[in-house]
């Protein structure tokens, strides 16, 4: 069994209503990275300096030396730039993604912090990267990074945010479990959950592209300006979406040694203005997105195809394509993932199926459809899904000349072509059905064969809407 563990689909085209408090037509959530004093250091036991988000163009990783120049830059962001970010917010609901090693060297920072009313959140025991972390070794430092924030803020985080996370990181937070989200995700611009070991752990997206992180990487921002337009832009998009009915969140990503340089502030105030200046806007932390996101869209656990065994997913949908389990066994078989639990990605699946197979066996599918208001029909042999379909286009019920129609009809068509005619009779009423009956039954065998497997797919895929979102 293959199965693909990115999910591509997301909630597709119809994302949910957010519900954001007082009919907002956008969230706006901040967030604040406290990493200086958690950087890469010799004075903090690791084997070289920093070399990442900083002044320095092409920074290299010192090893075994303090690097004075990137220090100096991570002390600004910490003696001068968190203060002047701190003015600017100090009324509005900020998220602090902490450093535990960097809150517990900024005690000051910290109160001021929290007389903000600012949400912390966890970044970590160090701002240091984890990719080739082994999971047990990250499993140790989250705990330990949840022990030291709690021992310094005086709780424990509810929100966590690695950064430069591994592949193991936000399966390390479900399973850790104390967790109302996890932000090492970039996927979306709405929360949603994940699932792990029988637990949903709740994402709430963070962004690499509304964050000042771009001024310090090749392709990114050289002025505030440009850094302004980009957030303005970013801002009236969705809240136009917004507007249009499908209100989203818009993550912003500030460092105190960036954005709170003098040249850069002032693009950030004059957003911050242009925002305030719009209706049905909410400033909300990424802990109260949590429990609102919580609150209205609590994680809803139904079966998914892609994690049924064989013989649960064929006896669910072995009949999808009629008489012919074979198309949901081989289906089964496919590289299959999250993007195949809805009725148009497992159609697609199945659909991939039959269209490869040998026309021999597409015939047998075909010449497994009964006749429409057929002997079948009369004797009441259909399957569930033909009688129902049947009956939705009032074949249940015709009179005797109709049916007798339907019968010669029939013959003439199953003696030319060689099967029977089919037709996705949801699509369709009577007139319709034998308007289509009388023109097709002129068409050459190959054409018909063709459209008579297209019809079969189409039937497939209205099954699949009745059983799957």
Known sequence: MQRYARDMRGYGATPPEANWPGGAKIAVQIVVNYEEGGENCVLHGDPASEAFLSEIVGAA????????NMESIYEYGARAGFWR???????????VYGVATSLARSPEQVAAMKSAGWEIASHGLKWVEYKDCAAEDERADMEAAVKLHTEVVGQPPKGWYTGRCSENTVRLIAEHGGFDYVADSYADDLPYYVRHDGRDQLVVPYTLDCNDMRFATPQGFNSGDQFEAYLRDSFDALYEEGGDGAPKMLSIGLHCRLIGRPGRIQALKRFLKYVQGHDDVWFATR???????????????SARPTAMDKDMFVNAYGGIFEHSPWVAERAWDLELGPAHDSAEGLWNAMARVFRAASPTERLEVL??????AGKLAAAKRLTAESTTEQASAGLDSLTDDERQSFIELNEEYTAKHGFPFIIAVRDNDKPSILKAFNHRIRNDSETEFVEACHQVE????????????
């Not at 189409?458 to 979102?469: D, S, V």
Request: aromatic share 6%; charged share 20%; hydrophobic share 40%.
């Open 458 to 469: 189409r039937i497939a895929q209205l099954r699949l809407q009745e059983l799957l979102p």
């Open 287 to 301: 802990e109260q997105i949590a429990h609102h996101w919580l609150t209205q869209h609590p994680p809803v656990v």
């Open 367 to 372: 010449d497994a459809h009964p006749d429409l």
């Open 85 to 95: 970010l701190h003015r600017l917010l100090k009324d509005i609901p900020v998220t």
């Open 61 to 68: 990783a010192w090893q075994g030396q303090r690097h004075w």
